[in-house]
């Protein structure tokens, strides 16, 4: 069986589906549109997610990530009911209130983009998943989340002392505050049409430990992801004058024709986010440029054959989206920054930022409508200078600029 696997005519296949070993573990990697719709999307029943057991244990094994099958199905319904469209519309002015309070506090000071963008998508996050009511548990709830946070990395040792301890401690902690604000919601009985409620009024019922996971596993999906997001826009914005004159004057236009209507609420409306195309294309092709998922994993559950090609079960199989998105044959000069580019919509399965198949990002809408609406006010009302040439790239997990991208912030006059 190992004779034919990845291998054709006896020789390792190079290109866009190959071999190799990540820490003593045999892989395949792979790079081509086709390959990676195979795994994620057509054949997902046959590739399950696979994580480090120090993550499974930090966030909760039954976190929608891990998981395969019925239980997924079901979790990924309750999700994608809190985060579409229609849920999220009603929270724009609750996320702008968010994002100018952001803008506003940084005015004036040396910031690091990374860190202030996190505590921006982390308010985000929490209003996603608990509404406005929550407001009481929110500085509990950060500080154990932050703490949290810490140990995903670390050396899994459970002795006192050590982060990952601290880590586990903290991770108790936030069980607990959340079972106080499920239980508190039980006895008020009233509906939310937010991330909780979405769980809590599930015919099925989920318990307490699985929403407790699984609130914690969309905080950890949602914050670091939007915030890497934010800053290469920051970056790409600073560095192309044109583009940024060109998304100011779109968002201009929104704040013009707002001022027209007196009278009126000037708050910013889903409808105001759908008539901003080219800051729409500003973020695509951040999501391209930046691919801040690299990559995912996934792991054969059982033998499978691909094109002629054997994938042995237990391998990892790794879908390279940077590959592809830097592809020349599908993005031309690729590593240029070129939003105009998306006013074509590009070729079937060669554009995934936020993935594909069973497991593809049910926040993207969220993810998406946050971007625009801090970008809204970020063009309108301040501009930014970079504290120095930033162009190094580091991992915190996800792809960022060098040390998080020191900028200064100043209002327009
Ligand atoms: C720009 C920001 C974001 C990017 C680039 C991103 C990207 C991704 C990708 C690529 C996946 C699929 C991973 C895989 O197949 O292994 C994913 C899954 C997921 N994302 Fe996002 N994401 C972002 C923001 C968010 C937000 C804001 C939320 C929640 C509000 C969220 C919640 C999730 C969840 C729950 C999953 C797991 C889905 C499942 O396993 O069925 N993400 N994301």
Request: charged share 25%; hydrophobic share 40%.
């Amino acid at each position: 069986m190992s004779s034919l696997l990845l291998s054709r005519g006896g020789t390792y296949l190079y290109g866009s589906v190959f071999k190799t070993h990540i820490l003593g573990c045999p892989c395949v990697m792979v790079s081509s549109p086709e390959a990676a719709k195979f795994v994620l999307s057509t054949r997902a029943h046959l590739f399950k997610p696979t994580f480090p057991a120090s993550k499974e244990r930090m966030l909760g094994k039954q976190a929608i990530f891990f998981n395969q099958g019925d239980y997924h199905g079901k979790l990924r319904k309750l999700v994608l009911r809190a985060f579409m469209p229609k849920a999220i519309k009603n929270i724009v002015s609750d996320i702008e209130t968010i994002a100018t309070n952001s803008l506003h506090s940084w005015v004036g000071r040396s910031i690091n983009t990374f860190q202030e963008m996190k505590s921006f998508t982390f308010n985000v996050a929490l209003l996603s998943i608990f509404g406005k009511d929550e407001v009481l548990y929110r500085e509990d709830l950060k500080r154990c989340y932050y703490i949290l946070e810490k140990g995903y990395n670390s050396m899994p040792i459970n002795l006192p002392g050590t982060l990952f301890h601290k880590s586990m401690k903290a991770r108790k902690e936030l069980a607990q505050i959340l079972a106080k604000i499920i239980s508190t919601r039980r006895k008020l009985k009233h509906d939310h049409s937010d991330l909780l409620g979405s769980f809590m009024g599930d015919k099925e019922g989920l318990t307490d430990e699985q929403i407790a996971d699984n609130v914690i596993g969309v905080i950890f999906a949602a914050r670091d992801t939007t915030a890497s997001v934010l800053t290469w826009i920051f970056k790409y914005l600073g560095e192309n004058p044109s583009v940024l004159e060109a998304v100011t004057e779109e968002q201009l236009v929104i704040v013009r024709s707002k001022e027209e209507c007196s009278g009126q609420d000037k708050a910013l409306t889903w409808a105001d986010t759908k008539k901003m195309p080219i800051t729409s294309r500003v973020i695509q092709e951040t999501l391209r440029v930046a691919s801040i998922l690299s990559f995912t994993f996934r792991e054969a559950v059982e033998d499978v054959e691909y094109d002629g090609y054997l994938i042995p079960k237990g391998w990892k199989v790794l879908p390279l989206f940077r590959n592809i998105h830097h592809s020349p044959d599908i993005f031309p000069e690729p590593e240029k920054f070129d939003p105009s580019r998306f006013e074509v919509a590009p070729k079937p399965n060669t554009y995934m930022p936020f993935g594909n198949g069973t497991h593809a990002c049910p926040g993207n809408e969220l993810a998406k409508l946050e971007m625009l609406v801090l970008l809204h006010h970020l063009t309108t009302k301040y501009r930014w200078s970079m504290m120095s040439a930033q162009n190094g790239i580091q991992y915190g997990p996800f792809a960022l600029p060098q040390n998080g991208l020191p900028i200064r912030l100043s209002t327009k006059t």
